[in-house]
């Protein structure tokens, strides 16, 4: 990075008398040496910043994807329209949880995706009774519904099959989802939905921990 250099007196300027006080030979360092280490300096820290932002983008773009929600069906968590960052190799290293919001392919159609949050793991029978989710007979807690949002209908009981997930939208009475397409198998899905960023007043983790309280309130 270019910075402006001291100019130098004219040649013809009279040079000033030694200081009789130096040693012989010796000179007091110039303003030329301090600019030409702060240039570098200012090199070293651009260096450094380009860096990061270029991991950074690297990361974003193959590790994290944005994507838009269209739709109510996970409110209150998630609103239509709004953006959010999904996580793309997670379930390369981690297992499937219930609870865990997803990405997938629709089941019917491909070319389009849902969001949806895992309610069934592979083998467990689902069934719903006047709204009440039950994994293998035992209810399952759910804070994430509000009461307006609940089904009251019945379901099931329904296995779900190996290599496949039962999925549901939060906004139960508004939600195309298992009970409509049926489990959706393991190969279709493709993302974690980690991070809210639009709106601002949505800007958030969207961690199991975060998903489950904060935003039913």
Known sequence: MDSAEEKLPPTSAIPESPDP??????????????AHSLRNEIRVWTRDLLIAIGLALVIIVFLYQPVKVEGTSMAPLLSDQERIFINKFVYRFEPIERGDVVVFWYPLDRTKSFIKR?????????EIRQGIVYVDGTPLAEPYVPPQYEDLSDFGPMRVPRDSYFVMGDH?????DSRVFGP??????????????????????????????????
């Open 21 to 34: 006080t130096s040693p012989a030979g010796k000179t007091s360092p110039s303003g030329s040496s301090t």
């Open 184 to 217: 959706v198998p393991s190969r279709f899905i493709y993302g974690r939905a980690v991070f809210a960023y639009w709106p601002v007043d949505h800007f958030g983790s969207l961690s199991a921990t975060s998903t489950t309280e904060a935003k039913t309130k």
């Open 172 to 176: 139960r009475i508004s939600s195309n």
């Open 118 to 126: 895992v309610v069934g793991l592979p083998s467990e029978v689902v």
